[in-house]
């Protein structure tokens, strides 16, 4: 037993195993940590170049695209990591088949589709159009970028994605500059994901050629069935704010919604790299370990991961208000009363992540499927009503605490499975309240009140005099 774990890791026992696993944060962390300084940087050019109803309207093409693109996820990148075959050329290279077949399949629709999605969103057909052909091309990648995962070669992996980042940011800001149209802004993007396509094919000798085995076409469809659940709950709880909220409210509200979403996205997509680099593939691989002895083992690194983002997502509760305010111009400073309180939900948004990829890792995404259908359930009832009692105010609580019923679903699932860590994300969330209470405290004590200060009184939003 010992040796398969030590086999996955690297040899050497518990300490290989935690060195594996800490150089795997580290990479991952490193590398996304600037990835978000260009991301951030960008974010911020592109803020002072395009106002802020052009910002709103890019925020529904880009989750409309997503969206499409999620309804048909059958978890490509999953089976290559947790398939035994997954390093096999016709396993691999049937995934690349079905994955071209995938992304011309989903342009199609979203190019059929595209009159009456930009009728009911008003936003010009030519921008649908533009993201087919983004999806379309997407389907082109080498699955040389699974294959990387799956065999840990996480710095050369989260090295190519950082290339990609900046490349991205440096095209966008190009065509904000001289052409700062959605329909160019678009093309961008679609520049960017060739490149990215082009490139991912030089990652490894192997090249991918077109193959199609029957049984395991059959295999990636089984595995894939809960993943293809699973993705479409995931995308719709992480965009029906985006999405209702691009509906009932001005593209300009839309638009500082989505500075201040971004925002608190970051720590979230960290854990989730995190939880996806490497608690996925670690846990994949380990199969052959009691489930008692890998808890024991992964136990105090997850402890004090937890509470390094306890200390960096309470930080930065204490000091959002007058970031937004510093670094954005004053048509974006609503965004500084929205961050402080949808960066209180990331907390519970990232024990979700990092538990749904240790059940991922054994293969039972079943239970991730049913608490994002719980959240999702929660958000459908009451962000409505919230955002017609209490305007965005309302919202944005609803949606910051909309994550309960999902971690309870999965800490259920865990429990079953025995991989619990209930009692010490209990022990890291009191650790983080705490943290919050201090560090607003003390800057109150400073003189400059809390991040909360701003947050206005709850009243409906209103739109020309009337609800929406």
Not at 188 to 214: A, C, M, W, Y
Request: proline fraction near 4%; hydrophobic fraction near 55%.
């Amino acid at each position: 037993m010992r040796s398969g774990f030590r086999g996955v890791c690297g040899g050497g026992g518990l300490l290989s195993t935690n060195a594996s696993i800490l150089r795997g944060v580290a990479w991952t962390a490193g590398t996304y940590s600037f990835s978000i300084i260009i991301r951030f940087g960008s974010n911020v050019v592109l803020a002072r170049l395009l106002s802020p109803e052009l910002f709103g309207a890019l925020l529904i093409i880009n989750t409309i695209r997503q969206g499409i693109e999620l309804s048909s996820d059958i978890g490509l990148p999953q089976n290559v990591v947790q398939n035994k075959a997954g390093n096999t050329p016709a396993f691999y290279n049937t995934v690349w088949t079905i994955q071209i077949i995938r992304g011309v399949a989903v342009g199609a629709i979203l190019f059929l589709c595209a009159g009456p999605i930009a009728q009911f969103y008003l936003i010009p057909r030519t921008s649908m159009d533009i993201s087919a052909a983004i999806l379309a091309v997407s389907g082109l990648a080498s699955t040389s970028i699974f294959l990387l995962h799956r065999n840990m070669q996480l710095a050369k992996l989260n090295l190519f994605e950082l290339a990609q980042d900046a490349v991205g940011a440096t095209i966008l800001i190009v065509v904000a500059l001289f052409h700062p149209t959605i329909e160019a802004l678009l093309i961008g993007v679609l520049l960017t994901q060739t490149i990215r396509v082009i490139s991912s094919h030089f990652l490894r000798p192997e090249k991918n050629r077109l193959v199609f085995d029957v049984q395991y076409a059959l295999e990636v469809v089984t595995f894939g069935r809960w993943i293809f659940l699973a993705s479409i709950l995931s995308f719709l709880c992480a965009n029906f704010d985006r999405l209702y909220i691009g509906r009932v409210a001005p593209l300009a509200v839309v638009g500082i919604y989505g500075i201040a979403r971004t925002l608190a996205d970051v720590p979230g997509m960290l854990a989730a790299r995190i939880g996806y680099s490497v608690v996925f593939p670690v846990v994949s691989s380990a199969q052959m370990v009691p489930r008692d002895e890998l808890r024991t083992r992964l136990s105090a690194i997850r402890f004090r991961l937890l509470l390094l983002a306890a200390v960096g997502i309470s930080f930065g509760i204490s000091i959002a208000d007058g970031a937004v305010r510093l670094i954005y111009d004053a048509r974006y400073h609503d965004a500084a009363w929205m961050l402080p309180l949808m960066l209180l939900g990331v907390w519970i948004s990232m024990l979700c992540v990092v538990n749904e990829y240790a059940m991922l890792g054994f293969g039972k995404p079943s239970y991730n499927v049913v608490g994002n259908g719980l959240k999702l359930a929660v958000y459908f009832i009451v962000i409505p009503l919230s955002f017609r009692s209490f305007g965005m105010l309302g919202a944005i609580v609803a949606i910051s605490s909309a994550d309960v019923v999902r971690y309870l679903a999965i800490a259920c699932g865990s429990h079953r499975q025995r991989f619990s860590f209930f009692g010490q994300d209990l022990i890291a969330s009191l650790v983080f309240i705490g943290l919050v209470i201090l560090m607003c405290w003390s800057r109150s004590l400073l003189g400059f009140g809390t991040p909360f200060d701003g947050v206005p009184a709850a009243a409906p939003f209103v739109v020309g005099g009337e609800l929406p």
